[in-house]
């Protein structure tokens, strides 16, 4: 966007960045927006950036494009599916669901989902599930969890099976 606008790339590239430092800045008082002010400055980081830092919540009028840009970019990245805050119950109902699903096929052992849901392991019982299976199981699983799952982006399913053989020598 700045590219395409003639904007200063690095003022909008650090803005983007650094907008939302201050709400890992846990000794400041005020909102993440002040917070991540006062951390920039102290770096030395030029007026433009934290003006654009300044300005991303619309808490002041704009003072340049860059500013307007780093607002759109933080309005698109924020507007994202699953970008914002999750409560934790609807976070674990929505995990147990994905591993319901992937649970739900015959041969299958266990299952993890985890990275938010966006990656499934399944474990898969290696005398139910030959090796032709695994491929056209993973993709079965990934079919009926677009159908069945909320999620957002994409999810990954790795189907496991082992087979384990253990030789011991005699002792001596």
Known sequence: IANELGANIDVVRLGCLLHDIGKVVTDEEGTHVEAGVNTIKRFGLPKEVVAAVAEHHEDKPFSSVESV???TADAISGSRPGARYEPHEEYVKRMGKIEEIAASFPGVDSTMAF????????IVNPQEVDDDKVTVLAHDIAARLEKEAEYAGQIK????REVRAVGTTAAK
Do not use: E, N, S, Y
């Open 69 to 71: 840009i780093v607002w």
């Open 115 to 122: 990275q938010a849901g966006r990656d499934v392991r399944v």
């Open 157 to 160: 399913v790795t189907v496991i």
